[in-house]
């Protein structure tokens, strides 16, 4: 058992080492002046939004398919994954706010669709990142389902905001589809013809 979760800790100490890789490029690309801001909000946003994708699929997934070897692993650091999710967010807030370099030119853009969604999608995805530890799992108990639920809602904003930025809806469906996808097949075997056996 201790060796066990010796390797889940290492190869958890891998996966934080890999999901940093691009955050400190785009860091060190703005600190070398290689790159602009501007140009950095989109990957750091793109980022937020795949783990995001990464972090809500093997749920749903496991749920039709069933937990295989690799699905229980990728189950194992899903809450990794969601937590990495928020913090390209924050990075991708970061960018943003000093880039605008001032609060009130910040305040005046609040009343645009495409800035506010993503301030909601913010600020849906905190509690689900607050409650993503063994502790708040032992102590909220059933009720901390409900609250990582709220990451749905979160997804939902952080694409309608991907969407009403710039409108490339082709690149942001890509991203959609394969959790728009996993979601449906789930809901159709949760019918009840799908779940009535044969006598």
Known sequence: MTADRSRLGL?????????????????????????ILMDLLEPSGEMAVRLMVLALLPGPLAECIGAGRFLRAWLAVRRNLGVAAFLYALLHLAFYAIDMNALSAIL????????????LALALFVPAAATSTDRAMRILRRRWKTIQRVVYAAAAASFLHWLLLDWNWQKAALHAAPLILVWLLRAVRRLPSHQRRPT
Do not use: D, F, H, Q
């Not at 691009?22 to 690309?29: H, S, W």
């Not at 009343?111 to 301030?119: A, H, K, M, V």
């Open 11 to 35: 190869g958890k100490l891998l996966l934080w080492l890999v999901l940093a890789v691009p955050a400190a490029a785009m860091v060190a690309g703005w600190l070398s002046g290689r790159v």
């Open 108 to 119: 005046e853009e609040l009343e645009l669709p495409g800035i506010w969604t993503g301030w």
